[in-house]
């Protein structure tokens, strides 16, 4: 079976600003002849039941004519859909009509997509290319189809158009869509901010060690070790929002991993030198200028696997540098790899290792554009809209400037990861992996654990970090503890606790990884739920397991490790293009 490749699909729909008459040609259904999901279905060997396709078209074709009845009483029909929300959509019959009918041909679609008969992985990416195409022909992405653009077209006597074709012609010079205010921010200015100082740094990351801010700090220091996709300082954007600095008023010695942004020189890194000579390394140099044999260690995303990975080579060469271990949204599991599923098969990763297991660098754009599509009508077409059709500027929002700081990745170091975590699943298994010289068991960490989730993560599904349950401790179940959170990836991470904002959930039942108890539904159903962040639970994690107080250095580094120059340091800096 050969199935599209969703990367290449996602690209082509995501660039394409079309005439409506296209897509609107596309909707004369309910003949599975125009219809383009039936191409897609011969491309891949799919079919639906004739009986299902039967009921689906009747059903259409009973809504359709409801829709022109209305449509001839002039009864403006009812749009439930946030991006027909606007009064203009309503006050024009034709225009609510337009939608209306979108959204009905959207519907059908969609229903067909779900009808296919396919594997659950061939039908999931079938899902997801139907809902690719569906949002992109929103008649809300085009100035002709959309009457709110329109009002405004008229109101600024043409100014909106002009000032939409300025902000389009300058996000083609910069190969993205612009989702916010750039030049709002700079990092070192009013993002990455938390006072510090760079005390190690080799080719591939900086080490910067936090000033404290506390009369007595932990003896144990933690060791940060965020993603190597996108820049650290979202651990660190401003100071109200920062885990960083929230980390440090905690009494915490905070040491954090600054990756470089990769460029041609590290072209050939592999997986092995994140593991050794990045997350290993940092946490030796945190212990030589902290004087702790101990150290906490704390992974996010994928910076998880690399910690997690780097404490199992630990363990096999007979060391166990680890007080703790917290983990935040990341997978050790990858069964369930949530919507990014689909952009993993032998043949896309095969294709990857053709072109860059030998060396190159997968640009950053790349990666932008994927976690972009996973949510296209929040993160590409409501700023097609907003700043093409209607000619605003995007606000200033901290978390947006970040997303669109990419960064490149050495390809060695990305399909490695892609076959062996993604697509074969084998960091689960003991002895499975090689790293850094050694066999990787999970199992052989010997650290408390805490572990995070976010409730509706797109990218770590919560219930596949609820499986780092059953792979860590094993002999030691209770040392195990999982927390979940509201909201998604990044927004469920960054929730000061200040604020107060959603909520969390904790259960005092410590599931082992086997029979009911490694069910993350049951659970949930055996959690409390707790208003506000989880930051303060993590806080006392960090002081159960962060030894006894003592006096903060009076300088930070040492005689080995002198500081190099102030935090944020330079490789944060570099942004993607520079690289």
């Known amino acids: 079976m050969n199935m599209p490749d969703p990367q290449a699909m996602t690209s082509n729909w995501m660039s394409q600003f079309a005439d409506p008459a296209t897509w609107q040609s596309w909707m004369k259904l309910p003949e599975p002849d125009i219809n383009p999901l039936a191409g897609i279905l011969k491309d891949v060997g799919a079919h639906i039941n004739p009986a299902a396709l039967d009921a689906i078209k009747t059903d259409y074709l009973q809504k359709a004519a409801a829709l022109w009845q209305d449509m001839v009483m002039m009864k403006t029909p009812e749009l439930n859909d946030r991006r027909f929300a606007a009064p203009e959509w309503q006050a024009n019959p034709l225009s609510a009509y337009s939608a209306a009918s979108y959204l009905l041909n959207s519907r059908f679609l969609l229903e067909m997509a779900e009808a296919v008969e396919a594997t659950p992985r061939d039908k999931q990416k079938i899902r997801f290319a139907v809902q690719q195409m569906v949002d992109a022909m929103s008649p809300a992405n085009f100035l002709a189809t959309n ?241 093409y059709l209607k000619g605003k500027n995007p606000a200033a929002f901290d978390l947006l400037y970040w997303n669109a700081d990419s960064t490149n990745l050495p390809g060695p170091m990305f399909t490695f990861y892609l076959r062996q975590m993604y697509l074969e699943n084998n960091l689960r298994m003991p002895g499975k992996v090689a790293t850094a010289g050694v066999k990787v068991d999970l199992g052989a960490i010997d650290a408390p654990t805490f572990i995070y989730g976010s409730r509706d993560d797109h990218i770590v599904p919560w219930t596949a970090a609820f499986k780092s349950m059953g792979l860590l401790n094993p002999g030691k179940p209770n040392n195990n503890r999982f927390v979940l959170g509201a909201s998604g990836h990044i927004a469920g991470v960054i929730n000061p606790h200040a604020k107060g904002k959603r909520s969390h959930w904790i259960a005092k039942a410590k599931p082992n990884g086997k029979g009911a108890a490694a069910d993350p539904d049951a659970w949930l159903a055996g959690a409390t739920e707790l208003k506000g962040s989880w930051w303060s639970a993590w806080a006392a994690f960090l002081a159960e397991h962060g030894g006894k107080n003592v006096k903060p250095p009076a300088k930070l580094g040492n005689k080995q490790y002198a500081p190099i120059e102030a935090a944020p340091g330079r490789y944060v800096k570099v942004r993607a293009e520079q690289a």
């Open 147 to 387: 009457p709110e653009a329109q009002q405004h077209l008229i109101e600024s006597k043409g100014e909106s158009l002009t000032k939409g074709l300025t902000n389009m012609l300058a996000d083609l010079q910069k190969g993205r869509i612009s989702q916010s205010d750039e030049s709002a921010f700079e990092v070192g200015r009013n993002v990455a901010t938390t006072p510090g100082q760079v005390v190690f740094e080799n080719a591939l990351f900086q080490l910067i060690q936090y000033a404290p801010s506390t009369a007595t700090v932990h003896a144990v220091p933690l060791v940060m070790i965020p993603p190597c996709i996108n820049k650290f300082y979202i651990l660190d954007l401003q100071p109200e929002n920062s885990v960083v600095r929230y980390a440090v008023e905690q009494g915490n010695s905070v040491f954090l991993v600054s990756w470089r942004n990769p460029g041609k020189e590290l072209e050939n890194v592999t997986w092995d030198d994140y593991v050794e000579m990045g997350a290993i390394q940092a946490i030796n140099v945190s212990r030589a200028i902290s004087g702790s044999a101990k150290v906490s260690v704390f992974g996010f995303c994928v910076g998880g696997t690399i910690a997690s990975s780097a404490l199992a080579v630990l363990a096999a060469r007979g060391e166990q540098p680890a007080a703790s271990l917290t983990l935040l949204t990341t997978l050790l599991d990858y069964e369930d790899t949530g919507v990014l599923d689909v952009f993993i098969d032998e043949n896309q990763v095969a294709k990857r290792e053709k072109s860059l297991a030998n060396g190159g660098l997968l640009p950053g754009k790349d990666l932008a554009t994927t976690f972009s599509s996973l949510r296209p009508n929040d993160l590409v077409w409501n700023y097609v809209q907003s700043n």
